[in-house]
């Protein structure tokens, strides 16, 4: 396979050679058309599901999690942390053991599923800061339930958010670190000395900094402010235009830096969904028109964005003014070196896993074209 296309970077007219299923050529060309641009497919840490099916859910099938996971690649998404939030026991093990069994069944899933995500029960109980986490299953750090479920998910739990405030959290922290899960801090409500203790014990994360938050906090000292000024810490953020202000993005962005921002879309198991109610575990939810996803019967407090990671990118990069390869480097390279794994990269001896893509900068759009996966072209035609 032989692709022509503008490389991200430097937006020189390049045509790559792929050869069985790697990337063997990447060569410089002369050319009148216009292109579109070629990039490494997306790498998100946080999605729950996807068009009805949410990872978390304990009726959750091999064949709905395959479903739900293929159904990224049309956003360029070539490589994601299925992502599991608070819930009974029994209910996670099960989506970990699918996620597990929907890896072994497809090659493309298992390549696809770099780690999974485990957002809680490990959080803050109070309103606002839980978001909309289940109060009934929040519960205390429980290194031995981890332990069991990192078992059930062969090994595929790479990224643990919590709460500093929870019972034993540092010590909890250090054992997770040693043993290759990273640590986010999210859904917390935790003083200064709380967040102190977390970063000490090896936290490098928040998650969705600016979400999951109480709707009005104190001037400073905050949770937010202590997460932002902490060098140790990277922050991921939605922005998907919703979630996050723009000088909230802004600010977060000079903050931390090209290097320290990691993009997440959060996708909620509604994204890809009609617009209208949607139960879930006895909880309403609701798509609005605009594809927000809220609790129902309202519009301030989100529950999880209804767009990908491609949005993500053209929205940062209409808020913050930074290069469109910078902000791809949000949703690449950063969150795959805070998770310890390796995403796409463009280059040779690389697998060939990237994306073909027009950027409407006027807009703040980006039209995926072509993902290509492994070396196949797994959306759009070619
Ligand atoms: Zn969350």
């Not at 996050?244 to 320290?260: C, E, N, T």
Request: net charge negative; aromatic share 8%.
């Amino acid at each position: 396979m032989r692709v022509q296309a503008r490389e991200f970077r430097s937006q020189q007219p390049v045509e790559i050679v792929v050869e069985d299923g790697k990337i063997a050529a990447i060569n410089e060309i002369e050319s009148a058309e216009t292109l579109p641009i070629v990039a490494p497919g997306l790498f998100d840490l946080q999605i729950n599901g996807y068009g009805g099916t949410w990872f978390s859910d304990e009726k959750l099938t091999v064949e709905k999690c395959l479903e739900a996971l293929r159904a990224h690649y049309q956003y360029g998404i070539t490589h994601l942390f299925p992502t599991l939030i608070t819930n009974s026991y029994e209910a996670l093990e099960n989506g970990f053991a699918i996620i597990r069994q929907a890896c072994e069944k497809e090659a493309w899933a298992n390549r696809m599923v770099l780690g999974c995500h485990l957002e809680g029960p490990y959080i803050a109980t109070e309103d606002g800061p839980r978001g909309a986490h289940p109060l009934d299953q929040v519960r205390a750090c429980d290194w031995d339930e981890v332990q069991r479920l990192q078992a059930a998910s062969g090994n595929r739990i790479r990224l643990l958010t919590l709460a500093p405030e929870s019972p034993g959290a540092p010590e909890f922290i250090t054992n997770c670190v040693n043993n290759g899960i990273a640590i986010s801090i999210g859904h917390t409500a935790a003083n200064t000395e709380q967040i102190g203790a977390a970063v000490a014990a090896g936290a490098t994360l928040s998650t969705h900094l600016g979400n999951g938050a109480h709707g009005t906090l104190r001037r400073h000292p905050n949770y937010i402010w202590d997460q932002l000024g902490e060098p140790k810490l990277t922050a991921s953020i939605i922005s998907d235009g919703h979630h996050l202000p723009a000088s909230v993005v802004r600010s977060f962005y000079f903050a931390k830096g090209k290097d320290g921002i990691v993009l997440t879309c959060d996708a909620s198991g509604l994204a890809g969904c009609e617009p209208g109610v949607h139960d879930y575990h006895g909880a309403k939810f609701e798509v609005l028109e605009s594809g927000k996803v809220v609790i129902a019967g309202q519009s301030q407090f989100l529950a999880g964005s209804g767009v990908q990671t491609d949005v993500c990118i053209a929205t940062m990069v209409e808020m913050t003014g930074c290069s469109l390869a910078d902000a791809w480097d949000m949703a690449t390279i950063n969150p795959a070196r805070i998770s310890h794994v390796e995403c796409a990269k463009l280059a040779v001896g690389k697998p060939a896993d990237f994306v073909l893509f027009e950027h409407d900068s006027a807009n703040a759009k980006l039209h995926v074209l072509q993902t290509i996966a492994d070396g196949e072209v797994v959306f759009g035609s070619f």
